[in-house]
């Protein structure tokens, strides 16, 4: 949608679609254009070079993986996102995972409605081992709530503290340390060229028989062919996915059909709290920029 504010401000558009635009259809919008308040669109080189007036690309989200910085930083575009918007609802949606992968709460409900009434067994999160890979603001939020379920939890973060960790009820430590002890593996890492297929083979192999793996983060940091054979071979309890490497996911691919895996439609940030937060810190830094401020949250 494209809007013409007020005061001589500027044209902005944002994507109100519901799907993330390619590049080439922000090819055809972007020129003409002051401010762009952007979702998970594909904002790559092509995309930009079309535009001589751009001047702000303010991102409803935390991730920037899909701009590409460089050339936004080399047109003399401000890149902004909103930090902490989302937290809380990625968080209790992990939670919710977290619950209904131990309990195999879909799988009931669903057996249920057939006319079924399953005798199943699941985990008590008391007493597990809880991974978190990342260890940022979403990560943190997931720590506060676990906290009243009596977990032991680690936590691989390269920029945290042991002090901010302990401050939170967890023990900062290695990778490898948590894939071989946790029962439970939450992904919470932004999507950067080593964090790509971090879950592969040898990862998915060092886990615990049994483990489970969530991951509300990015679809990139899953290998997803090495994840299907970890739930084909047992070696995964089960997996919960609220990304995945293509969005949506071709409706064909193997994992969407995996009794032990769960799906969800990347809806960690569709709440109440979250959407009106993002949309509002978003829109105030586009219009910071379009007069000449400098935004709050800014990222280049």
């Keep these: 949608m494209r809007v013409t504010l007020e005061n001589a401000v500027g044209e902005v558009i944002y994507n109100d679609s519901g799907k993330p635009l390619e590049s080439e259809a922000l090819a055809d919008m972007l020129p003409g254009v002051d401010g762009y308040i952007a979702g998970l669109d594909e904002i790559d080189q092509h995309a930009l070079e079309t535009t001589s007036r751009l001047k702000v690309i303010a991102r409803y989200g935390v991730g920037v993986d899909a701009v590409d910085l460089q050339t936004a930083r080399h047109k003399g575009i401000i890149v902004t ?15 919710g995972l977290m619950l209904s992968l ?37 990560g943190q939020a997931v720590a506060r709530l676990l906290s009243g379920f009596e977990t032991t939890l680690l ?17 900062l430590t290695s990778i490898d340390k ?3 002890q946790a029962d439970i593996v939450s992904l919470h890492c932004p999507l950067t060229a080593d964090t790509r297929h971090m879950v592969n083979d040898s990862f998915l192999s060092t886990l615990k028989p049994g483990a489970y793996l969530i991951n509300t983060a990015r679809g990139e940091l899953v290998d997803e062919t090495a994840l299907l054979a970890a739930l ?24 969407l059909s995996h009794p032990r895996l769960l799906a969800t439609p990347h809806m960690g940030a569709h709440t109440d709290g979250a959407i009106n937060a993002m949309g509002w810190m978003a829109l105030n830094d586009c219009l910071a920029v379009l007069r000449g401020e400098e935004p709050r949250y800014r990222v280049i």
Excluded: C, H, M
Excluded at 155 to 171: H, K, R, W
Excluded at 232 to 251: C, I, N
């Design 81 to 95: 996102n909103t930090p902490g918007a989302n937290s809380r609802s990625v968080a209790e949606l992990t939670i």
């Design 102 to 138: 131990a309990r195999s709460i879909p799988t009931a409900a669903n057996a249920t409605r057939a006319g079924g009434w399953p005798r199943l067994s699941g985990i008590t999160l008391r007493g597990k081992v809880v991974g978190l890979l990342g260890f940022g603001a979403i």
């Design 155 to 171: 936590v691989y973060d390269p920029i945290a503290t042991p002090e901010q960790a302990s401050e939170l009820g967890a023990v």
């Design 178 to 180: 948590i894939i071989r």
């Design 232 to 255: 084909e071979s047992g070696k995964l309890g089960g997996a919960a996915l609220d990304v995945f490497a293509t969005q949506p996911p071709e409706v064909d691919n193997p994992l």
